[in-house]
């Protein structure tokens, strides 16, 4: 029993060890009103509203300015959740966050926003309810840091005993200990504990909850209006917001009609108390731990707000445009919270068409939370859940979750109005590639006509569980594939509780038609590259070809290396190249002259010419030195069940590029060879 006491003893130790007593020490603070004080002067930040400090909050984490189409965007830092390892980090909402965040600081500002609820509005799995999870998480952590302290306080009553023959009395609601000054005192108090010229003001937040303004009450009586021994029964401490202690954080969800109770939201009488108090009405018979009470001083979350019962809709007009709650047999009483709810389209439609509304909806700042519509921010959700460290004992081929994403991301864009433009290349524009005859201005003009672009579609749950579907089949062999799980998407279709109309289906089928085209191309350029990815060759053939466009410029002729005679430039290679990139006959002298000039100007700082620097040539180089090798490796041969020594060989080292530059796993490069090998047998190459 010593030994096991023992052990048990050092392994606590080894577990105490890693405690941080000093931050513990700091986060648990606790003095004098007179020492709160000292801090407010040193640091007037402390004394910050809910919504200032929520959008300290967001800046303290940084962001980053950049140009998309000739627009300026803001993109924070904060949603990225690196704090957590990106566990809840939101992609593509760049435009809809900049719009929440100058919400807040319009709030932060006192310009009015402070006055609404914010309600983040769109279709589901679009992020609303994983933002608002982001802010919450990130407001228990800023309480934590020292440029996000605040305060709050207890009183230690000379009624009770306890141990130290006190009563502890917390506040309830968490309010700054500010609130203790009475009001027609504060004005010179804060214009001496922070001067104009400090470059902050106090807020302003008016009176204390009931229970400690009947405490302050009592006894400024019976110290007969002595507000400095009031004040010795206070005691300040840290405030640390959390959720699950429910400090300053709280979530509100509707449940059936018949349970609904405002209690809930603004707190109810403790039976228990009112033999000790004698009355119901005495504030400290009351618990005020509403989800209005106990989110003071942080932030309020509404899940689905427009399923609530109208009575607690009409509890929400008071709090936000008054910051004022009304507990049952109490005054109204001040809060200080951000409140924000989420909904989707068809709750909010319904909002609308009710007249009796009106208040709520002129007390709303909506912010349209829409799926996204770039196809690499779409990527990175799923990446976020299906890499190596996650998935174990099954690979995911290249390309899989980008043709998953592809799909999603075209199900949620509108046809284009003009331009003669298809879906696809519609995606591409803006996902950031360029393409003939079209500009910045032209994608600007494609988002401007589509101003509900995102708001329909498919969610990235139902492809999340579709990639899931195919991760636990039995096919593949350990190894999924695009077309594993577009098969598996286009099957669900059929049972898809949120697509509204078999038009909507039919169209859904389809575009998985145009994803499975795209892949196609996708691979058969990477196989092409795969079996010409022989350095030699094509720096080889790089240099015929410069020799050759070098005496075509000058009109000189070519010394031919093996007879040494010399013949006019070979006109034939230089073409077949330059064909492979769409050049045409009339533009040849042209990219001629632009590819010696090139290597001019490199002479001139003394640099050398390197194909990898002008990707349109080392393409064209890589396509010419595959239709020159295709034949001789017989791809076509593949799909037969012999294959000789010698191509088998050759078909190795393909393979091992292809695993070692692409991704591939020997399964899938197995697998896409024999596919893109069916579609040569078919006459599908490109020439």
């Known amino acids: 029993m010593q030994n096991f006491r023992e052990t048990e003893s050092g392994l606590v130790g080894r577990i105490a060890a890693l405690q941080d007593k000093s931050s513990f020490k700091e986060l648990h603070w606790e003095g004098s009103f007179e020492e709160y004080l000292k801090i407010v002067r040193d640091n007037p930040r402390v004394t910050r509203t809910a919504f200032q400090r929520i959008y300290d909050m967001i800046l303290s984490h940084g962001k980053t300015e950049y140009i998309d189409n000739k627009k300026k965007l803001i993109r924070y830092h904060f949603f990225h959740d690196e704090h957590f390892g990106g566990r809840d980090a939101v992609y593509g909402l760049d ?132 507000f400095s021994k009031v004040m010795s029964h206070v005691r300040v401490k840290r405030l640390l917001l959390s959720e699950k202690d429910r400090i300053g954080i709280g979530t509100f969800q509707p449940k059936d009609e018949k349970n609904q109770d405002s209690t809930e939201l603004t707190g109810d009488v403790n039976y228990r108390k009112i033999a000790e108090y004698g009355s119901d009405s005495d504030p400290r018979a009351f618990n005020f731990d509403g989800e209005f009470n106990i989110a003071n001083r942080g932030i309020i979350e509404f899940v689905e707000v427009l399923k609530l019962d109208v009575a607690f809709l009409y509890d929400l007009l008071g709090a ?76 995911i081929a290249p390309h899989t979750l980008e043709m998953a994403a592809m799909w999603c991301v075209l199900t949620r864009l509108e046809e284009p109005k003009k331009h003669n433009l298809t879906l696809l290349q519609k995606l591409k524009l803006y996902n950031g590639k360029t393409l003939p005859g079209f500009t910045e201005d032209n994608i600007k003009e494609l988002r401007k006509e589509a101003a509900r672009e995102g708001m329909e579609g498919i969610s990235p749950r139902y492809v999340q569980d579709k990639i899931s579907n195919a991760l636990v089949s039995d096919k593949g062999e350990g190894c999924v594939n695009p077309f594993m799980v577009l098969n598996e998407l286009e099957s669900g279709l059929r049972h898809h509780s949120l697509i509204s109309s078999e038009e909507v289906r039919k169209r ?180």
Request: aromatic share 8%; net charge negative; hydrophobic share 30%.
């Open 95 to 226: 435009v809809p966050l900049m719009k929440l965040v100058n919400v807040f600081k319009s709030a932060a500002q006192g310009y009015g926003t402070e006055k609404r609820v914010i309600l983040l509005h769109g279709p589901v799995g679009s992020s609303k309810s994983t933002i608002v999870r982001l802010l919450k998480k990130g407001l228990e952590e800023y309480s934590r840091t020292p440029d996000g302290a605040l305060y709050t306080f207890y009183w230690a009553l000379d009624r009770k005993t306890d141990s130290k023959g006190q009563e502890i009395y917390n506040t309830p609601m968490n309010e700054d200990p500010l609130l203790l000054i009475p009001e027609d005192w504060r004005e010179k108090v804060y214009a001496d504990l922070c001067p104009p010229d400090a470059g902050f003001q106090i807020p302003a937040r008016g009176d204390l909850c009931p229970a400690s303004r009947l405490i302050f009450k009592d006894l400024m009586s019976e110290y007969k209006g002595d």
């Open 320 to 395: 936000s445009q008054e910051h004022k709650i009304k507990p049952k047999k109490f005054p109204q009483t001040d809060i200080d919270e951000v409140i924000i709810g989420h909904t989707n389209e068809p709750e909010y439609r319904k909002l609308q068409n009710n007249e009796f509304m009106e208040a709520l909806r002129d007390r709303t700042v909506k912010i349209d939370i829409p799926y996204i519509t770039k196809l690499n921010e779409e990527v990175k959700i799923y990446e976020k859940d299906y890499n190596p460290h996650r998935i174990r004992g099954k690979h």
């Open 508 to 687: 859904d089928r389809e575009l998985l038609s145009v994803v499975k085209g795209e892949y196609e191309d996708i691979v058969k350029n990477e196989v092409q590259r795969a079996i010409s990815a022989d350095e030699d060759a094509i720096a080889k053939l790089c240099g015929n070809y410069i020799d050759n466009i070098k005496a075509y410029t000058q009109r000189e002729k070519v010394r031919n290396k093996y007879t040494g005679q010399y013949e006019e430039p070979d006109e034939r290679l230089m073409r077949a190249i330059e064909e492979k990139i769409d050049i045409p006959e009339s533009r040849k002298d042209d990219f001629r002259r632009e590819i010696m000039n090139y290597i001019g100007a490199l002479a001139i700082e003394g640099k050398t010419f390197n194909y990898r620097t002008n990707e349109r040539l080392h393409k064209a180089l890589e396509l010419k030195l595959f239709e020159d090798q295709k034949d001789s490796i017989k791809l076509k041969n593949l799909v037969s069940s012999v294959v000789d020594k010698d191509t088998q060989e050759k078909i190795d080292i393909v393979k091992d590029r292809m695993i070692k530059s692409y991704g591939y796993c020997e399964i899938c490069s197995t697998d896409v060879l024999n596919y893109v090998a069916s579609i040569f047998a078919r006459g599908d190459a490109k020439d």
